[in-house]
């Protein structure tokens, strides 16, 4: 089973390019979610989608877009990369999110220079 | 707002030792309460849970119980494996809307032979 699959797992950006990280997931699952991970600060939450058709901010939206393109597939696009959004990016999903159980994908790392 | 802060690491042990990694939170109403585990290179997954006060989650020898006095939910394992090598990372869920999780910023153990 693939679960959750980003796509790419690695890129490379120049301060002020733009950029999609993609995510699917083949579970059904309602609710997907976007988190950065950067050392020492665990992981926050950039944005969510509870269902199909809808999005919503998290912790750290600012300089971050998304599109939840169908049930499967919720992307991530950066407009204007800054060194500050260098970080691991996580996608995660889940069926019913009061259980609590996210399925996160393998991370993408992003450096931007 | 809502947090969860643990123990800072990297919390080096030998095979067979007690693990203890503490964990405390910040929140209103009544969260339910996460331990994820991340192994090298890949993302977090779900270790266990409790979803009240007094509950105790356990799982592949973790142990875990929901201290509402204390505000506390620390997870405990009585012999530890080379293979528990991971970081992990206590969380919580929103009670007024589950899909915002936060987490801790990660304990990393390191088990010897």
């Known amino acids: 089973n693939a679960g959750v699959t980003q796509t790419p797992k690695f890129q490379v950006l120049k301060t002020g390019q733009s950029m999609t990280l993609q995510c699917a997931q083949d579970?059904?699952?309602?609710?997907m979610y976007w988190y950065r991970q950067d050392p020492g600060m665990g992981l926050r939450l950039i944005y969510y989608?509870?269902?199909?058709?809808?999005?919503d901010k998290g912790e750290v939206p600012n300089g971050y877009n998304v599109s939840r393109l169908n049930k499967r597939e919720f992307s991530l696009r950066l407009e204007s990369a800054a060194p500050s959004q260098t970080s691991v990016y996580f996608c995660a999903s889940t069926r019913i999110a009061n259980t609590g159980e996210l399925f996160f994908g393998e991370g993408s790392r992003l450096t931007v220079l | 707002g809502d947090s969860v802060t643990q123990m800072e690491g990297p919390v080096t042990l030998s095979e067979e030792a007690f693990l203890t990694i503490n964990c405390t939170y910040t929140a209103t109403g009544y969260p339910s309460l996460f331990w994820y585990v991340q192994y090298p290179g890949e993302g977090l997954q779900l270790l266990l849970k409790a979803t009240k006060a007094d509950d105790k989650g356990s799982n592949k020898g973790f142990e875990a119980t929901y201290r509402k006095e204390t505000t506390s939910f620390h997870l405990e394992k009585g012999s530890v494996q080379v293979s528990d090598s991971a970081v992990y990372f206590c969380?919580?869920?929103?009670?007024?809307?589950?899909?915002?999780?936060?987490f801790g910023s990660g304990t990393k153990l390191n088990v010897k032979p």
């Open positions: 969380a919580l869920s929103d009670s007024d809307n589950f899909n915002k999780f936060y």
């Open positions: 579970m059904n699952h309602n609710s």
């Open positions: 989608s509870a269902s199909e058709g809808t999005t």
